[in-house]
């Protein structure tokens, strides 16, 4: 959409841990010691401008 990402959310097993406003780009970065071992799910939930909404989700497994 022309009018750009307004917000990025990313969440780790439903937990908000960073939102971005108004930027292409959105990271957030973790190691596997602030996680318990298994299955976690990462999400980021997009934004635009005009209020179209999406979702991309990511599955990991940690080993420790």
Do not use: E, P, W
């Not at 010691?33 to 990462?42: L, P």
């Amino acid at each position: 959409d022309a009018s750009g990402i307004a917000s990025m959310k990313v969440y780790i097993d439903n937990s908000l841990k960073q939102t971005c406003l108004n930027v292409g780009v959105c990271s957030h970065s973790f190691t596997v010691s602030s996680v318990s071992k298994g299955q976690h799910v990462i999400r980021v939930d997009a934004i635009d401008g005009s209020a179209n909404a999406n979702t991309g989700t990511a599955s990991v497994n940690v080993v420790k």
